[in-house]
């Protein structure tokens, strides 16, 4: 496989799942080559951005070996090798921008195990438990960023495959729809401009889950509209896969307004009043990436100028 030879991960962009495979939705998410990163040494050059690198990893491989020693660690990685080349100046060099939620601790997570990994899960011996295994132990190691992890962004970028969550227990790769680079639909990124705080997201997410009447909300609604989006994408049918978007984007921007940067409020309900294209969060929200999806880009593109979207998948 030609990125596992350059040890190269990439980002991920979760379609659809955001939060809701926290309470066992549906997720789809797939790899996003235009990012990635890898691990290197001084020889490849030293700047100060890669000190700084090389100061986490260093915090990270201590929480790794603290784990390792209270035999606590679900994967067998080979600490003492990890500390010795922390300990030479190795870094991770890096493309995907942090707290954007596309990946950037999921591919360094993928990248440590790739290379110190003892008994690793290659493709070659992947099926559904093995996938849970991997998935287990990366969100063990992502962790160590977020406070809580459920794993799957490692693991996609790991994999460097597109994986569709059926449930907690069942997750596989996927072939996506083929993409029509000459249609007028689009799945598009904007940029808020400033990195998302991850993990007090998903806190705040989590204690709203502690009402019954939020925690009934992504059970039911979220969930119900969350999947018909996956179904629909899948089965190229805009139809109802508009249609649930539009759902989803209302009930986000109801409920979800923390997690919806500043700047894009007026953009996102726009979209909603005008059917031009619809906003939902890329990842835990709160600053990094917003995703967009439209039936019709060149009118969508008169609302959007000002924001410089990026076309990652067009149909």
Request: proline fraction near 3%.
């Amino acid at each position: 496989m030609d990125k596992r030879k350059k040890a190269l991960f990439t980002a991920k962009i979760l379609l659809f799942g955001e939060y809701g495979i926290i309470e066992n939705s549906m997720g789809l998410s797939i790899p996003f080559n235009h990012f990635g990163g890898a691990l290197k040494t001084k020889k490849d050059g030293f700047t100060d951005e890669s000190k700084e690198s090389n100061r986490h990893l260093s915090d990270f491989v201590s929480y790794l070996k603290n784990l390792s020693e209270n035999n606590e660690l679900i994967f067998n990685l080979d600490i003492k090798l990890l500390e010795n080349d922390v300990r030479n100046g190795m870094y991770f060099d890096s493309s995907i921008p942090k707290g954007f939620g596309i990946g950037s601790s999921g591919a360094l997570c993928a990248s440590v195990y790739d290379k110190y990994a003892k008994d690793k899960i290659t493709e070659k011996n992947l099926d559904n438990q093995s996938i849970l295994d991997l998935k287990s132990g990366l969100a063990q190691m992502e962790s160590f960023f977020h406070g809580k992890s459920s794993g799957l962004d490692p693991l996609i970028c790991y994999l460097n495959l597109p994986v569709l969550v059926k449930s907690g227990q069942e997750i596989s790769p996927i072939g996506l729809p083929e993409a029509n680079e000459a249609g007028g639909g689009a799945i598009f990124l904007i940029n808020s401009g400033t990195p998302g705080q991850t993990q007090s997201m998903v806190t705040l997410f989590l204690e709203k889950c502690k009402t019954d009447g939020f925690r009934n909300l992504i059970k039911t609604e979220f969930k119900k509209y969350n999947d018909m989006c996956i179904d629909a994408f899948l089965r190229k049918d805009f139809k109802p896969l508009f249609s649930s978007l539009k759902e989803l984007s209302s009930l986000v921007f109801e409920h979800f307004q923390p997690m919806i940067p500043e700047v894009f409020k007026k953009l996102w309900k726009q979209g909603i009043e005008t059917n031009a294209y619809y906003l939902k969060l890329c990842g835990s929200g709160g600053g990094g990436y917003i995703l967009g999806f439209t039936k019709d880009y060149k009118k969508a593109e008169k609302y959007l100028k000002d924001f410089n979207p990026h076309i990652i998948y067009k149909f």
